[in-house]
């Protein structure tokens, strides 16, 4: 097996909304079993990304062509890069209206 080479700047797993060209919002989810899906019920806890923790999102998210994504981090590795993210996890725990941010962005790029 292949190790990636990573830094990890955080204990947690983060998971950052993507619009356009920067993060929204991060949070961490924390479960009592082993998925953290807010869905499923988790806790969710603002975070703060360190720039390149952002920079990494974002670049994530423009590799895949996607205007917006759901972007989950360990440090600075990329675990996943959602398509079609739940955002309501980001919007109680980082008080930031992800829809607005959405239509903003949709705005700006048809203008």
């Not at 981090?73 to 996943?80: A, I, P, R």
Request: with cysteine; glycine share 12%.
């Amino acid at each position: 097996m292949r190790k990636l080479p990573c830094r990890i700047s955080t204990p947690v797993a983060a998971g950052a909304f993507v619009v356009g060209e920067r993060v929204v919002g991060a949070i961490s989810r924390v479960s009592d079993g082993w998925r953290a899906n807010v869905a499923r019920g988790a806790a969710v806890t603002r975070v703060s990304l360190s720039g390149a923790e952002e920079d990494l999102c974002v670049r994530a998210c423009a590799a895949l062509g996607a205007d917006y994504a759901g972007v989950d981090l360990l440090g600075e590795c990329v675990l996943e890069v959602n398509g079609i993210p739940g955002w309501s996890g980001v919007e109680r725990a980082c008080g930031v209206d992800v829809a607005g941010e959405l239509v903003q962005h949709v705005e700006r790029v048809v203008a």
